[in-house]
C-alpha cells in the first residue's frame, strides 16, 4: 500500500530563519511521483513541485529546494530565509505511474508553517 | 486561461438532505479528480474520471454518493441523504494526459459542506 508521512504537525520559525518540511514514503512501486503542494489560509491548494523516482538530482527554484533520496524513501522540502507569506500548510503526495493508472493523489496529513515576523 | 472553479463554495445543510455539487475543470484536462478534506488532514481520493468515464472510485464513496461528468467537461458529486459525517472540504482537480508520467493536478478553491 501506498503511504506519505509528514511527521512534523506544526513548525513555527522567526521571518529569514531557513526550515526544513519531511515527508517519508511508501511504496511497493518502482516508478513513482511524489508531490509538493502549498495550501495557504485562503485554502486553494497551489502546486509546488513535481519528481519522478528516477530523478533523485536536487531541485532548488528561488528560496526553495528540495532533496529526494531514495534510500531512505524521502522527499524533504527546505525554504530558505522564510517570510511571513510561506505561512500555509504544505502536503507531500505520491502517485503511481504505471501505465492505466489512474495518478490519484496520496497526501500527507500536512505540515502547518507558521512564519513569525 | 481560467483555473479550476467549483460551486457553491459553501454550502450548509441539515441531515437527510440530497446535496449536488459542481467542478468546472480547465479546458483543455481530460483527467478530473474528486477528494475530500477534513480538518487537519490531506487530502483523501474520492473518484476519477477521463474524460466522461469513471474509471475509479475510492471505498470512501459509499451508495449515497454519486458522480457524473457529462461529456468530459464539467463535472458533479451528489451526496444523498447527508450525514453529519459528510461534512468536509470536497476538492476537485484536473489534468491533462502525457506520456510522461502523472501531471501536476491543479486544484479548486473547494466546495465545505456542513451538514446540520
Known amino acids: 500500500a501506498q503511504k506519505v508521512t509528514q511527521a512534523q504537525t506544526e513548525i513555527s520559525v522567526v521571518e529569514k530563519e531557513d526550515v526544513t518540511l519531511d515527508c517519508v514514503y511508501e511504496?511497493?512501486?518502482?516508478?513513482?511521483?511524489l508531490f509538493w503542494y502549498k495550501q495557504p489560509p485562503s485554502g486553494e491548494l497551489v502546486f509546488l513541485i513535481r519528481?519522478?523516482?528516477?530523478?533523485?538530482q536536487n531541485e532548488i527554484s528561488g528560496r526553495y529546494s528540495w532533496n529526494f533520496q531514495k534510500s531512505t524513501s524521502s522527499f524533504n522540502f527546505t525554504i530558505t530565509a522564510s517570510q511571513v507569506v510561506d505561512s500555509a500548510v504544505y502536503f507531500c503526495?505520491?502517485?503511481?505511474?504505471?501505465?492505466?493508472?489512474?495518478?490519484?493523489?496520496?497526501f500527507g496529513t500536512g505540515t502547518l508553517l507558521a512564519v513569525q515576523p | 486561461d481560467t483555473g479550476v472553479s467549483q460551486d457553491p463554495r459553501h454550502k450548509i445543510t441539515k441531515r437527510g438532505q440530497n446535496v449536488t455539487f459542481r467542478c468546472d475543470p480547465i479546458s483543455e484536462h481530460n483527467r478530473l479528480y474528486w477528494y475530500r478534506q477534513t480538518l487537519g488532514q490531506g487530502p483523501e481520493f474520492l473518484t476519477y474520471f477521463q474524460n466522461e468515464a469513471q474509471l475509479e472510485k475510492s471505498r470512501l464513496l459509499s451508495d449515497r454518493f454519486s458522480a457524473e461528468r457529462p461529456k468530459g467537461s464539467f463535472s458533479t458529486l451528489e451526496i444523498q441523504r447527508t450525514e453529519q459525517g459528510d461534512s468536509a472540504m470536497y476538492l476537485c482537480a484536473s489534468s491533462h494526459t502525457s506520456g510522461q508520467g502523472p501531471n501536476e493536478q491543479f486544484f479548486g478553491p473547494g466546495t465545505r459542506l456542513t451538514v446540520l
Open positions: 511504496t511497493r512501486d518502482t516508478t513513482y511521483y
Open positions: 503526495a505520491l502517485s503511481e505511474a504505471r501505465g492505466g493508472a489512474t495518478n490519484k493523489l496520496i
Open positions: 519528481r519522478n523516482s528516477f530523478d533523485e
